[in-house]
């Protein structure tokens, strides 16, 4: 289509005035306000259709040739690469430090980041009977009450 939402609004807002000033004089001024909001949205829709027919009736070229274009930049932006650069000895060095079990990254760089490991947590539900386990729910529901 030709132009953008602005040119509708612009039209919309056209409506919506002339509605107004033609209501005002035998309406009040909600119905007048009304009548002109239902002005603005039809003329806004219509817009759609002024736009679309316009589009369908003048030609446009599909693209401008600019003549004053410099030589160097004429196919910038046009071609996207998508060629990822070569890092088959960093993937090697990689793969021989892992199965070496060396681990020269953590050793270099004192700050790097160390995976947390937390101590593993032991059950003690087993080592007590049930009776003492009874007895801490029992204590527990006094408390909350």
């Given at each position: 289509?030709?132009?953008?939402?602005?040119?509708?609004?612009?039209?919309?807002?056209?409506?919506?005035?002339?509605?107004?000033?033609?209501?005002?004089?035998?309406?009040?001024?909600?119905?007048t306000g009304l009548r002109?909001?239902?002005?603005?949205?039809?003329?806004f829709a219509f817009g759609?259709?002024?736009?679309?027919?316009?589009?369908?009736?003048?030609?446009?070229?599909?693209?401008?040739?600019?003549?004053?274009?410099?030589?160097?930049?004429?196919?910038?932006?046009?071609?996207?690469?998508?060629?990822?650069?070569?890092?088959?000895?960093d993937l090697n060095e990689?793969?021989?430090?892992?199965?070496?079990?060396?681990?020269?990254?953590?050793?270099?760089?004192?700050?790097?980041?160390?995976?947390?490991?937390?101590?593993?947590?032991?059950?003690?539900?087993?080592?007590?009977?049930?009776?003492?386990?009874?007895?801490?729910?029992?204590?527990?529901?006094?408390?909350?009450?």
């Amino acid at each position: 289509m030709i132009g953008t939402w602005r040119w509708n609004v612009s039209i919309g807002l056209v409506g919506f005035i002339f509605t107004c000033l033609v209501s005002i004089a035998k309406n009040p001024l909600p119905v007048t306000g009304l009548r002109g909001i239902y002005a603005f949205i039809a003329f806004f829709a219509f817009g759609y259709v002024i736009r679309l027919m316009a589009r369908l009736t003048i030609s446009v070229p599909d693209r401008v040739q600019r003549t004053d274009a410099a030589p160097d930049q004429s196919g910038k932006g046009e071609h996207l690469d998508y060629v990822t650069p070569d890092n088959g000895e960093d993937l090697n060095e990689l793969l021989r430090s892992g199965l070496s079990g060396k681990d020269d990254t953590a050793r270099a760089q004192p700050g790097a980041f160390k995976p947390l490991k937390p101590p593993h947590l032991v059950s003690t539900a087993r080592s007590k009977n049930p009776q003492e386990l009874a007895e801490a729910v029992r204590h527990w529901n006094n408390q909350e009450e």
